[in-house]
Nanobody, 115 residues
Framework: QVQLVESGGGLVQPGGSLKLSCAASGNNFSLHHVGWYRQAPGKQRELVAA???????NYADSVKGRFSISRDNAKNMVYLQMNTLKPEDTAVYYC?????????WGQGTQVTVSS
């Protein structure tokens, strides 16, 4: 099982960009499917983007064309490049790594999009 630590969140104006990073420690990171989720106040946690261990990606419709997920197995890192940010992207963003039966979450990083 891996441990995850997110970084890179902050306050950004609408239309701006942020890059989130997720550092994984532990074994067999390359065997994990990884993803970014977010949770806004009063809402359920939702999948934003995911990348499988083979490199296939999928995105929530709301972020397609604006966000890009990537992983670097050599560095045990996952990234989320977020462009053209909107106020509705404001949420706590969580990194997830899954290799059943193991399912690991980071502590989250706050992203606030506001002028």
């Amino acid at each position: 099982q891996v441990q995850l630590v997110e970084s890179g969140g902050g306050l950004v104006q609408p239309g701006g960009s942020l890059k989130l990073s997720c550092a994984a420690s532990g074994n067999n990171f390359s065997l994990h499917h990884v993803g970014w989720y977010r949770q806004a106040p009063g809402k359920q946690r939702e999948l934003v983007a995911a990348v499988t261990r083979s490199g296939s990606t999928n995105y929530a419709d709301s972020v397609k064309g604006r966000f890009s997920i990537s992983r670097d197995n050599a560095k045990n890192m996952v990234y989320l490049q977020m462009n053209t940010l909107k106020p509705e992207d404001t949420a706590v963003y969580y990194c997830n790594a899954r290799w059943l039966p193991y399912d690991s979450w980071g502590q989250g990083t706050q992203v606030t999009v506001s002028s």
